[in-house]
């Protein structure tokens, strides 16, 4: 069962990249808590918790945390793009 403070969402790797989970999770750490649930060869299955104290006063932190993880996917595939 998913707490009511909590999204379970699946995240296909040709747009979110492991690194980029790792490295939002880690940006996000103090608002809210990114649990892998299963990981697949085509997706990671996750749940996004909003840390209590901050959820009432952070509203949309969930939102933010995939707008900065999809932005964080796409330069690393960017740059990799014009490195390679």
Known sequence: MTPANAVRLRLAHDVYDAESLKEA??????????????????ETEVMIEE????????????????????DTSIRKRYLASTTA
């Open 25 to 42: 999770s880690e940006a996000y750490a103090q608002n809210i808590s990114v649990s892998v649930l299963q990981a697949g060869a085509d």
């Open 51 to 70: 840390r209590i104290c901050v959820a009432a006063t952070v509203p949309g932190v969930v939102d933010e945390f995939l707008n900065y993880l999809l």
